[in-house]
């Protein structure tokens, strides 16, 4: 489900960030270093909550996370 050489398939808005985060554990220091999501319990997340869920809770446009979990920038 991540964007990598091998596979050219890429997260999604309803993807979990369980998902993401498994997929690519060096998600979480893009998460923290970029949108300081993750790293105490004031801007943790709940794993089975989606980039979109995630995104909306945190003020943060849906696209630009979305483009960071897929390392395409925005």
Do not use: W, Y
């Amino acid at each position: 489900m991540h964007q990598n050489t091998d596979k050219k398939t890429a997260f999604t808005p309803k993807s979990t960030m369980l998902e993401v985060l498994t997929a690519d554990p060096s998600l979480g220091m893009v998460l923290m270093r970029d949108f300081h999501l993750g790293g105490c319990r004031n801007c943790g997340f709940n794993p089975h909550d989606s980039i979109e869920d995630v995104a909306m809770q945190n003020g943060i446009p849906t696209e630009r996370l979305l483009a960071a979990m897929n390392r395409t920038g925005a």
